[in-house]
């Protein structure tokens, strides 16, 4: 509304203050009987008191989902049923599939930029399979494997920060978008992948140069609609690995878009070409990509990717400002 001074007086419609797992502060908060959302901008459900994450509900009075993570197999190290690892002040979760910083483009730019001067960074691809050494395209219906980067800056001052995400498609598709299940098209998210299990990793020191081209690309996926063939997690891990010069294979094979349950178990309706975990994984364990020709190491061990933030290394001698490093190709 505007008053008789023309000066503009907001309508407020919700105005709360929570503790940190969401619960409202009694006597601190406004609410239109009209405006449905609160905690982390979800929407509540006043007839249950849960708060609806897309994928589960969620109960702030006990801190706990209702129903088990769909990425549960990822943090065998977490209770199923937590919220944003019982640590809410320093993550959140995005969508109710696990926890996780806020990730998107902004924040991971704010957090490389430490305000320390760089020795060098190096990029990583990880791919985690649906089943382990196998080209199956998913283990369950819903496990169809995932393939994230990581970028590690470290600073002159032996000090280090990482930043590890993967494309992700948003919540809007109700059950999980990106496998056989779901839809096949909707909006894509970054999502945090610390913690995140993998069976291949690919890693090569670049320069600043190449951060920002990785970050670009991570910009127009992020903008973009996620699609289960032509702009998924693999996709994305394979444009930003060609981007810092790495010849990653890019074997597209048939995956599984639409399945049916029937007694006997899953038909499989209809197939798509394109890129995938499984694929992309293979070939790194059968040796169908050389490290040693970008100057890469190849890692076919599994692991769990740790977010090293903040550990000390080694104080960096560099030689004199000018001669370090080499210049950046950007590739074709």
């Not at 890693?203 to 996620?226: C, M, P, R």
């Not at 063939?229 to 639409?258: R, W």
């Not at 000018?322 to 074709?332: R, V």
Request: charged share 20%; net charge negative; hydrophobic share 35%.
């Amino acid at each position: 509304m505007i008053d008789a001074t023309d000066i503009l007086i907001p309508n407020i419609l919700s105005a709360t203050d929570y503790y940190p797992f969401g619960m409202p502060i009694s006597d601190r908060k406004v609410n239109s009987a009209d405006y449905r959302y609160g905690f982390n901008g979800k929407e509540n459900d006043q007839e249950s008191g849960t708060i609806d994450f897309g994928e589960r509900a969620y109960d702030c009075r006990i801190a706990k989902f209702f129903s088990i993570d769909p990425r549960a197999t990822t943090f065998p190290y977490w209770s199923p049923y937590q919220y944003a690892a019982n640590n809410p002040i320093k993550l959140i979760d995005v969508n109710g599939e696990s926890a996780g910083d806020p990730t998107n483009v902004a924040t991971i730019s704010a957090k490389l930029d430490d305000g320390k001067e760089a020795a060098k960074y190096q990029f990583t691809l990880y791919v985690l399979q649906p089943n382990r050494n196998t080209r199956d395209k998913f283990a369950l219906p819903t496990e169809v494997g995932h393939t994230f980067i990581k970028i590690t800056k470290i600073n002159k001052d032996g000090t280090q920060v990482e930043v590890i995400f993967g494309y992700y498609p948003s919540s809007a598709g109700g059950i999980k978008a990106g496998s056989p299940l779901g839809p096949r098209s909707v909006p894509g998210t970054l999502n945090d992948d610390s913690g995140h299990k993998y069976d291949a990793a690919v890693s090569v020191e670049i320069n600043k140069l190449y951060v920002d081209l990785v970050i670009s690309t991570a910009q127009s996926f992020e903008n973009g609609q996620y699609a289960l063939c032509g702009k998924n997690c693999t996709n994305f891990g394979i444009q930003a690995a060609k981007v810092v010069g790495l010849d990653i294979p890019e074997t597209e094979s048939l995956i599984p878009v639409k399945i049916d349950f029937v007694p006997t178990g899953l038909i499989i309706k209809e197939k798509v070409k394109g890129a995938n975990p499984a694929d992309l994984g293979q070939d790194l364990l059968d040796g169908k990509y050389n490290p040693l020709a970008d100057g890469a190491t190849l890692d076919t061990t599994p692991g769990i990717a740790t977010d090293n933030t903040g550990t000390i290394l080694k104080p960096i001698n560099l030689p004199a400002a000018g001669t370090y490093g080499t210049t950046p190709i950007i590739p074709k």
